[in-house]
């Protein structure tokens, strides 16, 4: 069914709408100045302004959403210099494209005609609150990635990387990282340690999950709990814990003890992913197969393991990225000698304030985006052999 045009805005809506917007973005602006009330009152005055005029010039869009990208480019740059030119010009950009997307009602093409104004402004005020959401967890992360190129011994951008100046940029943290003794030692614990502990992860947490998706288990409930109680524990807890029951076994301050504990720490994220594969499972082909002679080894490696493949890799790649990140469960049960990558940026914190911290959180950033991306792969797969999603 095809949908039926929508009219053009009133010019009141569009400045109200726009005029909200340019309150949120002023009130940013504003506090990085020094004063947000300041900083809102401009921001919602400036796209009111602009909302109301530009609503009834929509025939020339184009020439004036360029007009205002320069106009924004060039205030930037008066401000603030090439970064600001850089931010002004997006910001520009943004306002053109939203002002005109208000005033010609291009935000309910996508839209069902039937939905009423406030079903219209929860769908967007939704997905607002949403990317807020999103900007505010991923912040942190986009600060620390640029610092790590900082050429100087800082954790604050220096006036020449907010020039974008060549001279403020330098790979020296990196070179730190990779020629540095005690770095290289972390990060080969780190790499002899975690492969070790996700083995067991995936080994023990994929036989619980095929023994606790049987319906003739009893107490299936009660053992679930405790098999994810590490998950749900505070970390503290348990490590505290681990530490003395390893002294008094003896594997306290030993490379088993550690990659035991961070065994448990990761079973319960192969037992969930294990799991919700499970829960798609056709158990008849398990049936076939014991008809036609196949024993259970056979059976589980045959037929089963290829098909709750891609929720074991992605539980063992969640358990990879807890034992690889772990800090403070090898405080409690580890020594000097099984000391980790996050170790040794927990005491580049506390004792020398190390930059080389900055590369080397970039880098597990990195790898925890290559693996995040795996796992996302693994889960459309899993979809596509379990006959939900139809590519």
Known sequence: MALTPVQNQTPAFTAAVAAGAGAFFGLFVGTAQGSGFLGLIIGAVLLGVLGFVFTSLTAQEKPIRWAVL????VAGFFVGGFPALVIGALFGWFTGWFIFWLATSRYRATLAPYLTPGQVLWHYSFRVICGAIFVFLITPI???????????????FTPEMLRFDPEGYSLKHYRDFFTNADWQQALWNSL??????????????????????QPHVPFRRAIMAI????????????????????????????????????????IPFV???V?????GFDRSLTRAAANMGAGPVTTFFRVQMP?????????????????FDEVVVVLFVGSAGQKTLPWQMFTGLREQISPTIL??????????????????????RSERLRGMSPS
């Open 70 to 73: 320069a106009v924004f480019a």
């Open 142 to 156: 986009l600060v620390v990635m640029p610092l790590s190129f900082n050429a100087e011994n800082f954790f604050t």
């Open 192 to 213: 002899s340690i975690a492969p070790m502990a996700t083995l067991l992860s995936v080994g023990f947490g994929t036989l619980a999950a095929i023994g606790l998706s």
């Open 227 to 266: 098999l994810i109680s590490p998950m749900i524990v505070p970390l503290i807890i348990s490590a505290a814990g681990m530490y003395f029951f390893y002294s008094r076994i003896g594997l306290q301050g030993t490379y088993f003890g550690v990659v035991l504990a961070h065994a448990a720490l990761g």
């Open 271 to 273: 037992i969930i992913t």
């Open 275 to 279: 799991t919700a594969t499970l829960v």
């Open 307 to 323: 098909l709750i493949l891609p929720g074991v890799i992605s539980g063992g790649l969640f358990a990879f990225i807890t034992s």
């Open 359 to 380: 590369a080397v959180a970039t880098i597990l950033v990195v790898i925890s985006i290559c693996l995040l991306t795996t796992v996302e792969m693994l889960r459309r």
